[in-house]
């Protein structure tokens, strides 16, 4: 079966997908989202920072998303030294962002893309393109295949479809995400609380209907400590701040493999990829949906240059995101000096893969 003829077809409907969607309809274009799910399970990444709101109000977007989004009380942090540091809403020019429960949030902002004119196809897994000899892509999904004049693949961190057009993914190093998450709505407690252990680090936030307690670490941290719930607990017991906090019942726990990693090219004839497929963020700077809104924008700006002419558009949409990553990891590998554990394992593994990410980027800086 044919699906009908599309100006862009983007494949995800995370933020990076609902960032290019809606601008490429701000330019009058035919575009169509695929998604694979449909919102159901819950989804990482439950804090938005406040970079967000002018990129979400650039899209007219702020108004249908901001009703679901708790403003953060506070972050306390227990980061370079044991005891708590606290920072609250008063000083912080913008305040400190938002709590949300992101399947809820990116489904609003993907719905906004439909009802102004997207169609959008959610249960529905892209598991090929080919080329259009002449010009333009099919897409295939299930039984369906649509015709598009250019892709953007906004599939996340697997960049499921870029690699199979000509990127090549990158990885230095990884980590593994632990959350537990309870049902409920957090009563007065809007604050973030974000502490480090020797073994790792954690994030207790609350979204509007659950809470969450995050470890994250790395595989070879937690090998001793397997299985995870039995991991999440022994690491939960050694903090000090978290465990008293988070609340005594045992939670759901869902675990995520997550890569220092990036795409080499991140566009080339015909496509792109945006947000995470171009590179993921350090879950520590607490950015990759602002970062993932910003490269869907300027992706769709770059996908709009290209279909009025501009071929060299593509290779600036390569050195703009290598060029954000690279500060991206600068600043994350910054907030690592003077930790108090330079020494252990973990610590010394996740500095070892911001240096090593930081030397290949400046190595091949200007090499496109
Ligand atoms: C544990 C953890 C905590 C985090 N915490 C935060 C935080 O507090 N704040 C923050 O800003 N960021 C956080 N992040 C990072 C943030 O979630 C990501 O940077 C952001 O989601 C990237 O957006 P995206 O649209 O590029 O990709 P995604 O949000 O991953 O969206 C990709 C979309 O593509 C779909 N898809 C994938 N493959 C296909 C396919 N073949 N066909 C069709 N659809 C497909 C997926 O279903 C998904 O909807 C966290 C990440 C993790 C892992």
Not at 18 to 37: D, I, K, M, N
Request: charged residues 25%; positive net charge; aromatic residues 6%.
């Amino acid at each position: 079966m044919n699906g009908p003829p599309v100006d862009v077809a983007i494949v995800g409907g995370g933020p990076a997908g609902a960032a290019a969607a809606l601008t490429l309809l701000g330019h009058g274009r035919g575009v169509l989202v695929l998604e694979q799910s449909r919102y159901a399970p819950p989804r990482f990444g439950e804090t938005v920072a406040p970079p967000a709101e002018p990129l979400l109000r650039r899209l007219d977007a702020w108004t249908s998303v901001s009703p679901d989004m708790l403003p953060c009380g506070g972050v306390d942090s227990a980061w370079h030294a044991d005891d708590l540091v606290e920072r609250d809403t008063l000083w912080v020019p913008g305040g400190l962002g938002w709590h949300v429960e992101r399947a809820r949030w990116d489904e609003a902002l993907i719905r906004l893309a439909e009802r102004r004119g997207a169609m959008l196809v959610t249960g529905c897994r892209v598991t090929g393109v080919s080329v259009v000899a002449g010009g333009g892509w099919r897409v295939h999904a299930g039984g369906t295949t649509w015709h598009a004049r250019f892709l953007v693949d906004a599939t996340g961190r697997r960049a499921e479809l870029a690699r199979r057009v000509g990127g090549h993914p990158r990885s230095a190093g990884s980590e593994v995400a632990l959350a537990g998450r309870w049902s409920g709505a957090p009563d007065r407690e809007t604050r973030l609380l974000v502490e480090a252990t020797p073994g790792g680090w954690w994030y207790l936030a609350p979204t509007p209907t659950h809470r969450v307690a995050c470890l994250v670490s790395d595989s070879e941290a937690l090998r001793e400590l397997r299985p995870p719930p039995l991991a999440w607990r022994r690491e939960l017991a050694r903090t000090r701040h978290v465990r008293e906090r988070a609340p005594a019942a045992a939670p759901a726990l869902r675990g995520v493999r997550v890569e220092w990693r990036w795409l080499e090219p991140c566009a080339g004839t015909g496509w792109l990829a945006v947000g995470d497929a171009a590179s993921t963020r350090d879950i520590l700077s607490g950015g990759g949906m602002v970062a993932a809104l910003q490269s869907g924008i300027s992706g769709a700006e770059t996908a709009e240059q290209y279909l009025r002419g501009a071929a060299d558009a593509l290779s600036r949409h390569v050195t703009r995101e290598r060029r954000r990553f690279l500060a991206h990891v600068r600043q994350s590998a910054a907030w690592q000096l003077g930790h108090r554990w330079p020494a252990a394992g973990y610590w010394e593994r996740r500095t070892r893969a911001a240096e090593a990410v930081i030397r290949h980027l400046e190595g091949t800086a200007g090499s496109s």
